[in-house]
């Protein structure tokens, strides 16, 4: 380094050191322009040289080395961190490999998959100038009626982290300088999804013991796997919008977990304290109770700009406020190794990298592992020996943009000249079907009605269809219309003419296979309900149909699990498995209580039998692991996975409790007639309540353990655990 290279510039330096160099060179504009993330998608980019942000979002390819041009002309040369929704994939890099979305993931119940998902999605973003992605969501699914239910794992906290922390470990590789890597984002931090009514970014009714108890943990798990950036929810709790908690941002989230990364708000979260939320009167209000919360990153919020450089300049914020955001995400950076590489596309190798023949196969085989029958009178597999022809009818067994769900090119995120991903690389239901049956099995198709409106006229004509045919595929579900963010919906039936479609073909009395393409956990009618089998996809990604088409014909041996439980009807709100115990009665007056399909079920084309039910030990110390074993057999004639699940039930509670509440499980491969010895270990804090003090306690005493194939209670084996003080 020459003597006028300034010391920020020398990478031989620390961390530490290179960060009070630059911010001591440092304008106050340049200070606050570093903490607003700016939407790039404008073609005017002027901005980045009179505002000089610290980051954007919204912006790739070519237009993206220009950005980055500019950045470089700025007077200290910092360079950009770029962000991008890689949600399930790339989402919007035409051609890229599009995944089965959080929900459809989560039922594989494997956070192997789950990694390997994020280390495509990272070695597919990079090329592209990307930096950082707003993923994984840990927001936990309760009223179903909301519209960002599909981004969520589900319904359960445990499954939440787990499956979380793989997907942020893919993301984030074997560190910040991992040139292969990407960040993860933990989102939406906290209690987002707790909505009234369904509705999105609604008040959300939460204690800060019933944060602690069930919303928090995710986020702890993700801090403690080291990921990088946390993200802001859209809600107020206790009257404080999400963006101005300042006991949730930096006393629990920076000061009590340690979180050293960087903090970002959702898409214009200051500005709705002004806008929207109403609890500051005009910018200069909302920047000073912004930062001061503890919010590193602004995104979209133009108006932070001046509002905080006013702030300093009247002496309602100090300079050193401003300052200590702004080190943190100056160390992100020089920690990424951005001011010796910042990262710019690679086109070239974007070519190479976007949609690899080896992606596309880890893409089949997460669509496979996804996948969950729900119901099965026998009819499946078929034996294509025995059929002359199948009609496959329906508003989504040929729509490409239904089947990739929200997030991805041809959703609402961006505009319609953006295009959609290549039509040729989406396997749908009925392209699966038409590849993998024989050629004198005659595969009939008519969509029969819209999901968007009532008309009911291509009903006739996919009667006759399933008439002429030996058994009906019927492919319902949701529409990118009824999905997403802002998005929630009033009920959860089926919408458009699909009842109506589905009585039209449960009157012809062909055997009907319901299959469901859905963000989210919908209510069937009864013609949907006494199928003959029901097949759950959710949002699959580009190989579905493959895998779907491969387990109709027996070529797949359905693996999945729900993770999240299926409704009879939508005034069952919430329905998740883990209640809290101590209501009077157990159903309604008018209504079962129960699900249609309860959290954890999923069947198979083969039995399994769980017996032997013990511990290595009936007490457990303070700080001890139990070791739960089982022994699992399959009785069937056909290999098969089983998700072997455990649940912990603390019998008595010194402040009310869940019922159960999983903590523990294991994908099991077994052969015909084979039986495992299957161990699971469960940690100490596995037995933890939240006290109504706050407090994560193991209070001694008895612990039910209970292990089986689904969270419903007459599926599983109990026995007895006692907890010393």
């Known amino acids: 380094m020459s003597e006028q290279t300034p010391a920020y510039r020398n990478p031989s330096l620390s961390v530490e050191e290179r960060v009070a160099d630059l911010l001591g060179r440092m304008t106050l504009e340049e200070k606050v322009g570093q903490l607003i993330m700016w939407d790039a998608r404008p073609n005017d980019l002027s901005f980045i040289n009179t505002r000089q942000p610290g980051s954007i979002l919204h912006i790739l390819g070519e237009k993206l080395e220009r950005a980055m041009d500019l950045a470089a002309q700025n007077r200290l040369g910092i360079p950009l961190l770029v962000g991008e929704d890689a949600i399930h994939g790339h989402s919007f890099w035409k051609g890229a490999t599009i995944f089965p979305t959080q929900l459809a993931l989560a039922c594989s119940w494997n956070p192997d998959l789950l990694e390997r998902v994020g280390r495509i999605t990272a070695v597919e973003a990079i090329p592209t100038g990307i930096h950082w992605t707003f993923s994984p969501v840990l927001c936990l699914s309760r009223d179903l009626r909301w519209g960002r239910t599909g981004e969520t794992f589900g319904e359960d906290p445990h499954l939440i982290g787990e499956l979380g922390v793989a997907l942020l470990r893919g993301y984030q590789g074997s560190g910040l300088d991992d040139p292969n890597a990407i960040l993860a984002t933990a989102k939406h931090y906290a209690g987002y999804s707790e909505t009234q009514g369904g509705r999105d970014a609604s008040e959300a009714d939460i204690s800060r013991r019933k944060l602690r108890s069930y919303f928090l943990p995710p986020f702890e798990r993700a801090v403690r796997a080291g990921v990088m950036t ?55 209000e909302a920047a000073v109770v912004a930062v001061r919360a503890g919010n590193d990153i602004m995104m979209t919020t133009p108006e932070f700009y ?122 749908t239901v009925l392209d699966g079907i038409r590849a993998l049956a024989p050629e004198n099995l005659e595969v009939r198709y008519e969509r029969g009605c819209s999901i968007v409106n009532d008309d009911l006229s291509g009903i006739p004509t996919a009667v006759a269809a399933a008439e002429a045919s030996d058994v009906i595929v019927a492919v319902v579900g949701d529409h990118l219309n009824f999905i997403g963010e802002t998005l929630s919906t009033a009920t959860l039936e089926l919408q458009g003419g699909q009842v109506a479609l589905l009585d039209a073909l449960a009157a012809t009395g062909k055997p009907m296979i319901v299959v469901l393409i859905n963000s989210k ?93 013990r511990l290595a030990s009936a007490t457990l110390n303070i700080g001890e692991t139990a070791q739960v074993l089982v022994d699992v057999e399959n009785v069937g004639e056909l290999a098969g996975i089983e998700i072997v699940q455990v649940y912990v039930s603390d019998v008595v509670t010194s402040a009310t409790w869940v019922n159960k509440a999983l903590k523990g499980f294991a ?59």
């Open 230 to 284: 946390f993200m802001t929810g859209y809600q107020s709790m206790e009257g404080v919008p999400s963006t101005a908690n300042h006991w949730l941002l930096t006393e629990v989230l920076k000061d009590e977990w340690g979180f050293k990364g960087v903090l970002v708000t959702d898409w214009d979260n200051v500005g709705r304290l002004v806008k929207e939320q109403k609890v500051c009167a005009d910018f200069v």
């Open 521 to 613: 956990p919908l209510v069937l009618p009864a013609s949907a309900k006494n199928a003959a089998a029901i097949v759950e996809l959710f949002n699959p990604g580009m190989a579905g149909g493959q895998a779907l088409a491969e387990a109709l014909f027996g070529l797949l041996n359905p693996p999945g699990k729900l993770t999240i439980s299926i409704p009879v009807h939508v005034g069952q709100q919430p329905v998740f498995y883990s209640q809290v115990r101590g209501q009077h009665g157990s159903r309604y007056a008018d209504l079962t209580q129960e699900p249609l399909f309860p959290f954890g079920h999923g069947l198979s084309y083969t039995k399994y039998t769980y017996s032997n039910l």
């Open 667 to 725: 994908r099991v491969a077994l052969a015909p007639g084979e039986k495992k010895c299957v161990q699971v270990e469960l940690p100490w804090p596995a037995f933890e309540i939240v006290n109504a003090q706050g407090e994560s306690v193991v209070e001694p005493g008895e612990f039910e353990i209970l292990v089986g194939p689904s969270s419903r209670d007459g599926d599983l084996l109990k026995t007895m655990l006692v907890v010393k003080a």
């Open 306 to 427: 001046e509002g905080a450089i006013e702030a300093v300049q009247t002496g309602r914020l100090a300079e050193c406020e401003i300052d200590a955001p702004c080190a943190r995400f100056l160390a992100l950076k020089f920690r990424m190794g951005l001011f010796e590489n910042p990262r710019r596309p690679d086109l070239a190798k974007s070519a190479v990298e976007i949609g690899r023949p080896e992606h596309r196969a880890a893409n089949l085989e997460a669509a496979r592992q996804s996948l969950v029958l729900l119901q099965n009178n026998g009819l499946l597999p078929l034996d294509p020996a025995q059929l002359k022809s199948i009609a496959v009818i329906g508003p989504n067994a040929d729509d490409d943009l239904q089947q990739l769900g929200d997030w991805s090119l041809g959703a609402w995120q961006h505009p319609p000249e953006a295009g959609k991903h290549p039509r040729e690389n989406t396997t």
